[in-house]
């Protein structure tokens, strides 16, 4: 076990790969998509409060960078123009799903529910930049997702109270964006 402050190296680990991220948003290397990054930005802060209703305490540091790295991404980006991927009849659908989800993750009593959902409305908001990362590759950076894993990995590290409402959405989390990033370098991976 781990002491619970070490959840602050993967928190800066995952700021700096924000920043990084977005460094190349603003040198038009990356194009992230707006219905991911905004829905993003949004479900995880209810998970941390969530989480801190079970009994979380440091370890809600990951799901909280899961929310603040995707605001930092959003605010960002605007000052860019051209910044977004162009938006899909099927992102708007994931969207609006997405944000069903975690309607019915915020109103529901039931914390296992609650984050089943919590977890769905996030995975439909990964399904645009899945399809547009398969589909272009050279649009994404895997650095802010790299740092996701870190940050989510020192998160697991430092849980005491083993419960599924507060280990799931880290774990989601790490799976999440190791496939975002075999997705980024799967030509590569391939060739």
């Given at each position: 076990?781990?002491?619970?402050?070490?959840?602050?190296?993967g928190v800066l680990v995952n700021?700096?790969?924000?920043?990084?991220?977005?460094?190349?948003?603003?040198?038009?290397?990356?194009?992230?998509?707006?219905?991911?990054?905004?829905?993003?930005s949004l479900a995880p802060f209810v998970g941390v409060f969530l989480q801190l209703k079970a009994g979380a305490s440091w370890s809600v540091m990951s799901v909280f960078m899961a929310g603040f790295a995707p605001l930092l991404v959003v605010i960002f980006t605007l000052f860019k123009k051209n910044a977004f991927w162009k938006i899909q009849?099927?992102?708007?659908?994931?969207?609006?799903?997405?944000v069903l989800a975690l309607v019915i993750y915020i109103i529901t009593?039931?914390?296992?529910?609650?984050?089943?959902?919590?977890?769905?409305?996030?995975?439909?908001?990964?399904i645009p930049t899945f399809i547009k990362t398969w589909n272009n590759p050279e649009t994404e950076t895997s650095s802010v997702y790299l740092g996701g894993i870190i940050n989510n990995f020192i998160s697991l590290l430092i849980i005491k109270?083993?419960?599924?409402?507060?280990?799931?959405?880290?774990i989601y989390l790490i799976l999440a964006n190791i496939v975002e990033i075999l997705f980024i370098y799967r030509k590569k991976i391939i060739s």
């Open positions: 076990m781990f002491p619970e402050q070490i959840i602050i190296v700021l700096l790969c924000s920043f990084w991220y977005i460094k190349n948003v603003l040198k038009g290397d990356t194009k992230p998509n707006p219905v991911s990054w905004f829905i993003w009849l099927l992102d708007i659908i994931c969207g609006i799903f997405s009593s039931n914390l296992w529910i609650s984050i089943i959902f919590a977890i769905a409305s996030d995975f439909l908001a990964y109270n083993w419960a599924f409402v507060i280990y799931s959405f880290p």
